[in-house]
């Protein structure tokens, strides 16, 4: 006996549809958010509330929309071009220094910048096993 086999879509698509395609990664940078969420600086939570999830090409996204995201996840402190100052007006271009910041940690204890990475340190096992139970229908 002879079977042969013809697919209707291509083999990546069928195994991206397997394990949930869109769906799955949307569940993935959701899970992470909350996941990063201890490690956010967050003295008055602007940072942590102003929050996107989204699926761009084939990544699932978390994008921290406030102003001042990524000169709080780099660490550093930045300064206007011109002035010098912490705080830049509306326009102006800031450069980083080699001083590094510290996070406040009255409300979150773990806060760091590059809060992923110390996600992913503490947690990347929690992350696995919920990904895995969301593919699998649970």
């Known amino acids: 006996m002879k079977i042969d086999f013809r697919l209707n879509k291509p083999a990546e698509q069928i195994v991206k ?22 490690y956010v600086p967050a003295l008055n939570n602007v940072l942590s509330q102003k929050v996107r999830t989204y699926v761009e090409d084939d990544s699932g996204i978390v994008h921290y929309i406030s102003p001042y995201a990524h000169y709080q996840h780099e660490g550093y402190l930045m300064v206007s071009r ?4 912490p705080w830049a007006k509306k326009g102006e271009s800031k450069v980083m220094t080699g001083r590094r910041l510290e996070h406040n940690k009255s409300k979150h204890i773990l806060a760091t910048s590059e809060w992923e990475k110390a996600m992913k340190a503490a947690r990347m ?14």
């Open 17 to 38: 549809e397997a394990v949930g395609g869109r769906k799955t990664l949307l569940f993935m940078a959701k899970e992470a958010k909350r996941l990063m969420d201890p």
């Open 125 to 138: 096992e929690d992350f696995t096993r919920a990904v895995q139970r969301y593919v699998k229908g649970r």
């Open 82 to 85: 011109i002035t010098g100052c």
